[in-house]
């Protein structure tokens, strides 16, 4: 039947029936919130380009625990700002590193109980040169050398999943790392931590405030021969079936909003649980807007969350997420 028999905004006249008929939906337990972690005790630091965020001591990130448990959050997802960097990142598997003793501190509370501890597995945050593998530099520039990042990457998730992350994410977009991860997890003893691997991560601008909160910026050339062009999409599939055969138990989108169709191409193409990172431009983009008053705070953000639910993710990492979740209540 057509109109006038058939009138669609039957079900919109109130928000009852907007809410009974609504298909989709954002639930607190949808929402990863991204903490950073730094030395020291009651630090607090504002991270300019990122209203809201903060650089945090590890007793300030119990405090933030305690807060997304409360409200119900699904997970933390950890970045560490070392006290010192080297060529090959090696605060990055150290037992004594900054997310190691945040993981521990976070494991004794009992606000961990209600979430899951992701842990980042990368090495940009460690590195002097700012890159996500071991460099080597040569007559013409520099290059990262792909396999022997491996074993680095490899002893840092098993560094991470020993000191109690409930599920380790590699993001340096190596080839073959979720292999490397994999084998050395279960012959650590770490058979049963689950991977979530940033299958698709692009080359993006809207990284930038990001490379600010975990002092990750290259410190020369660029990240575009691992991390992927934007352009493509059939690429991004190859790389989330070889992550899966590899080993990986769930897959990240990285970043969410510009590549909406990824994530939709993705939950057609693949049966697995997966998330969508929306990304730190993503969240100073519409704060600058909320800042001058072009968009409405509450509602651009939940329809931002809902969109990248609708492409079909399952969960969500954001820095909106205890905002958010405060609106959801």
Not at 7 to 27: D, F, G, I, K, Y
Not at 139 to 146: A, I, K, P, Q
Not at 186 to 191: L, N, Q, S
Not at 219 to 240: C, P, V, W
Request: charged share 25%.
């Amino acid at each position: 039947m057509t109109f006038p028999a058939t009138r669609m905004r039957r079900l919109r006249q109130s928000e009852q029936l907007r809410a009974l008929v609504r298909e989709t939906a954002l639930a607190p337990g949808d929402l990863i919130y991204p903490l950073f972690l730094c030395p020291g005790k009651g630090v607090r630091k504002p991270v300019g380009s990122m209203p809201g965020v903060f650089n945090l001591s590890v007793d300030e990130a119990v405090r933030e625990a305690e807060q997304a448990a409360a409200l119900g959050l699904g997970g933390l997802l950890l970045f560490g700002l070392p006290e010192g960097k080297d060529e090959t990142g090696s605060g990055a598997w150290d037992e004594k590193g900054i997310v190691q003793l945040g993981l521990r501190a976070l494991k004794a509370s009992a606000a961990a109980q209600k979430f899951v501890l992701i842990a980042d597995v990368c090495l940009c945050e460690y590195t002097s040169h700012g890159h996500c593998g071991v460099v080597v530099k040569g007559d013409e520039g520099f290059s990262v050398d792909n396999d022997p990042s491996l074993a680095l990457l490899a002893r840092t998730a098993v560094s991470l999943a020993q000191a109690g992350a409930d599920v380790v994410a590699p993001s340096d977009m190596m080839d073959g790392r979720v292999g490397a991860i994999r084998k050395a997890l279960d012959g650590a003893g770490c058979a049963n931590t689950p991977i979530l691997s940033y299958a698709s991560k692009f080359a993006s601008a809207f990284y930038g405030p990001f490379r600010e909160a975990a002092d990750s910026a290259p410190q020369f050339g660029d990240r575009k021969t691992y991390q992927m062009d934007g352009a493509n999409l059939r690429e991004a599939m190859r790389e989330i079936e070889l992550d899966l055969e590899e080993g990986a138990d769930m897959i990240l989108m990285k970043p969410a909003m510009p590549y909406l169709d990824v994530i939709r191409t993705a939950r057609e193409r693949f049966g697995v649980p997966m998330g969508a990172y929306q990304v730190s431009g993503e969240y100073s983009m519409l704060h600058a807007a909320f800042e001058k008053g072009w968009l409405d705070r509450d509602r651009a953000m939940l329809e931002s969350l809902i969109s990248i639910r609708r492409a079909g993710a399952d969960f969500i990492v954001t820095y909106f997420a205890k905002e958010a979740v405060r609106l959801l209540q």
